[in-house]
């Protein structure tokens, strides 16, 4: 395996899509082995001038010995317990996305596999889990380590998950978001506020800090018992401004509503190496807005609107009547 993935000459033909890291870390190893057996060799022979004919106590062997005794009697070293290959530290865990999958999981039949993702999905449905849920990034991880573990794997109870777990899991995303703040000075970042409602109709305030590998939420602030005016506005985002560091924040990014440009102009005021500037996708929704408004435009969508209904009907109805032939 050594030689296939260093790509020597031997008994195997090299690997042509082995990364070069790995190739090199091979090729040491190999060259390390082929060291430490010839030292091992020299001494034994130091020690034994007249061959290997002398008999010697089984005590007297250095480990070194005992290695190269077992590695010229292939019995011996069957006969004792497998000791974990040095090659196996070159290779991904089997919880690394994209990992060899081991035999046992490759030779599971049709009917195993059946009811594993049976099982997956009756707990989707019994605790009504949107099927999109599949798609988070943690799903096929989450996986990976419970088949890692195998079947001694007990899972995390109710208060587990209420109060332990989620102290760490806390503690893992403020970890997380203290790494990036090298970043935001390095590079400098940008504050981002997206008012919305919910649907309790509360208006919230989404505070988020942009760099140019990713986006990071900072905070929500339900703002329907604040009087949403430009000064009001302005200690919001002077606070965001203060966490973050005035000297790491070179940007400021709000809707096009009046009481955000006045909010921004007054952050400028009082930090001159902050800009602000209107969300483009706030611009594009108000023009098309716009757009709509206008007579010949609205006739159009009226038009179109219409079409859809009667549209929606007639495949009602052919489903209806396909429905009834069947029967």
């Known amino acids: 395996m050594k030689q296939h993935l260093a ?14 890291d790995v190739r090199f870390r091979m090729e040491n190893s190999l060259q390390e082995f082929v060291n430490s057996k010839k030292a091992i060799q020299e001494a034994y022979e130091c020690r034994n001038p007249y061959g290997p004919n002398v008999s010697q106590f089984e ?3 250095t480990e070194g010995e005992e290695e190269v005794q077992k590695m010229q009697s292939p019995m011996a070293a069957n006969s004792g317990k497998r000791k974990k290959s040095t090659v196996d530290k070159y290779f991904a865990p089997r919880d690394t996305q994209g990992a060899q999958p081991s035999m046992r999981s490759v030779l599971v039949g049709k009917e195993a596999i059946w009811r594993a993702d049976m099982s997956v999905g009756r707990f ?3 605790a009504c889990i949107p099927i999109n849920a599949v798609n988070s990034f943690y799903f096929k991880p989450m996986l990976d380590v419970i088949s890692t573990i195998g079947p001694g794997y007990k899972d995390p109870n109710y208060h587990q998950l209420q109060v332990n777990l989620l102290k760490d899991a ?16 390095k590079v400098g970042c940008t504050i981002m506020g997206d008012g919305w409602t919910d649907n309790r109709q509360r208006t919230l305030i989404n505070f988020l800090v942009y760099r140019p590998e990713r986006i990071s939420f900072v905070k929500f602030v339900d703002a329907l018992d604040i009087v949403k005016d430009a000064t ?7 606070e965001v401004i203060e966490w973050v560091g005035p000297l790491n924040v070179v940007h400021i990014v709000t809707n096009n509503a009046a009481n955000y440009v006045v909010a921004g102009r ?10 602000w500037s209107p969300c483009a996708t706030h611009c594009l929704n108000l ?12 006739e159009l969508v009226r038009r179109a609107s219409k079409v859809t209904i009667f549209a929606y009907n007639h495949i009602a109805l052919l489903s209806w009547h396909y429905k009834k032939n069947e029967k």
């Open 7 to 20: 790509g020597v000459k031997g008994d195997i033909g090299p690997c042509k899509s082995v990364p070069p």
């Open 59 to 61: 005590g007297d062997m």
């Open 124 to 126: 989707f449905y019994d």
């Open 170 to 185: 806390k503690k893992e995303v403020q970890l997380l978001v203290d790494s990036y703040r090298a970043i935001w000075a």
């Open 232 to 238: 009001n506005l302005f200690k919001l985002f002077d």
């Open 266 to 275: 007054l952050i400028s005021q009082k930090y001159k190496h902050i800009n």
């Open 287 to 298: 023009i098309f807005k716009d757009i709509g408004k206008m007579d010949h435009v609205a």
